[in-house]
Structures are given as structure tokens and as C-alpha cells.
T-cell receptor, first 112, second 114 residues
Framework: QKEVEQDPGPLSVPEGAIVSLNCTYS??????FMWYRQYSRKGPELLMY????GNKEDGRFTAQVDKSSKYISLFIRDSQPSDSATYLC????????????FGKGTSLLVTP | KAGVTQTPRYLIKTRGQQVTLSCSPI?????VSWYQQTPGQGLQFLFE???????NKGNFPGRFSGRQFSNSRSEMNVSTLELGDSALYLC?????????????FGEGSRLTVL
């Protein structure tokens, strides 16, 4: 069993919908939680970064971390066709540096 | 500010050969990490270099190696290639002064092993 589980999708939504993406994990040592977005034939780009539990909002994006349930979420409001990409959750433990543990990614398609 | 640059972008090798991939980090970044991305396993951490020293290593066989130069540029090498080494190899850089995990990725080198 991988330490980080993520539903691969694909997830298809109409433009303007609220999108919910989720990951579960098993390692209670994880303290840093990230969401990366990867367009086709591109490298991942960091979208959201959260330390420990709580919520973080940035424009149309909201990241939530529930360490008690070992569950993280990314919400996208007013989704746009340009949001169509693969979304990867990633997490790491303190002092593990840049050795991130990634989910396999959820493919999202936002249709006009 | 230029991003992370990886060369070559695409390459084809045959089993048993070796390959060297190159990465130039963002100016001022001292940490370079390498990841392997495959459809089956997703993104997997290979190793990280900081100031020319390997600081962290993932669970890959010794055929996978890397190094970092004094200008922070990095190379990774895979010897005795196997079919299963076909993947997108991603380099990522970071300032390296903390361990928050915020990485800046390049576009990757896509390796096909025949």
C-alpha cells in the first residue's frame, strides 16, 4: 500500500462548477502538504502549500488538511477550462527535506 | 527569472546502455532533486543534492546515481538500462535553506528504453 492514495479520475465537470480533489495518507509523520498542477507534457507547478492542519485559501483555490483523519483536500471554485490538468497531492515529514511523497494524480477536465 | 532547464528533453536508448541527464536549477537555488514519473508508480523521489552533497536518497537501485557541481547544476546517470526505466525524469530546484518541500520543477527528460 502506497503511503499516499489519490483517486486517478478522470473527473469531468462543467465550467463554473466547484471541484473537490482529495488524498488520504497513512504516515502520521507527514507535516507539509502540497498540491501541484501538471499540464500535459509539462513539469508539476506548486499550487498550494500548507503546514500541519487547517485551511488555506488563494484566489479560487482552497486547501484543507485534516491530520486526525489523514485526509487532505483541494477545492477549486468557479472552475475554468484552463484548470484542466492533472492535480497531484504531495506531502513530506519534518526533516525529510525535498523527499516528497506524491499521490498518482487526479486528471481533471473542465468543459466549456 | 529563468526556470529549471533540463536536457535532453527526449531520448531513446536500448537495454544495457547508460544515459546521463542534465539539470540547470533556478539561479540562486542550491538544492536539486530528481524524480521519476511513470504511469504505474507516479512520481517517485530519486535523490536530492545540496551544495554538491547528496542530502537524501530514495529507494532506487545503485544503477541510478547523480552529482551536483559547484554552480549547482546537476546530472543524473542511469547505467545498464532496463525496459522499466522508461519514464519522465523530472528535476526540481529549491533555495535549499529550509525543508518545506516547495519545489520548482523543470519540464522533464522523457527516456524511452527499447
Amino acid at each position: 500500500q502506497k503511503e499516499v492514495e489519490q483517486d486517478p479520475g478522470p473527473l469531468s465537470v462543467p465550467e463554473g462548477a466547484i471541484v473537490s480533489l482529495n488524498c488520504t495518507y497513512s504516515n502520521s509523520a507527514f507535516q507539509y502538504f502540497m498540491w501541484y498542477r501538471q499540464y500535459s507534457r509539462k513539469g508539476p507547478e506548486l499550487l498550494m502549500y500548507t503546514y500541519s492542519s487547517g485551511n488555506k485559501e488563494d484566489g479560487r483555490f482552497t486547501a484543507q488538511v485534516d491530520k486526525s483523519s489523514k485526509y487532505i483536500s483541494l477545492f477549486i471554485r468557479d472552475s475554468q477550462p484552463s484548470d484542466s490538468a492533472t492535480y497531484l497531492c504531495a506531502m513530506s515529514a519534518r526533516y525529510s527535506g525535498y523527499a516528497l511523497n506524491f499521490g498518482k494524480g487526479t486528471s481533471l477536465l473542465v468543459t466549456p | 527569472k529563468a526556470g529549471v532547464t533540463q536536457t535532453p528533453r527526449y531520448l531513446i536508448k536500448t537495454r544495457g546502455q547508460q544515459v546521463t541527464l542534465s539539470c540547470s536549477p533556478i539561479s540562486g537555488h542550491r538544492s536539486v532533486s530528481w524524480y521519476q514519473q511513470t504511469p504505474g508508480q507516479g512520481l517517485q523521489f530519486l535523490f536530492e543534492y545540496f551544495s554538491e552533497t547528496q542530502r537524501n536518497k530514495g529507494n532506487f537501485p545503485g544503477r541510478f546515481s547523480g552529482r551536483q557541481f559547484s554552480n549547482s547544476r546537476s546530472e543524473m546517470n542511469v547505467s545498464t538500462l532496463e525496459l522499466g526505466d522508461s519514464a519522465l525524469y523530472l528535476c526540481a530546484s529549491a533555495p535549499g535553506l529550509d525543508d518545506t518541500g516547495e519545489l520548482f520543477f523543470g519540464e522533464g527528460s522523457r527516456l524511452t528504453v527499447l
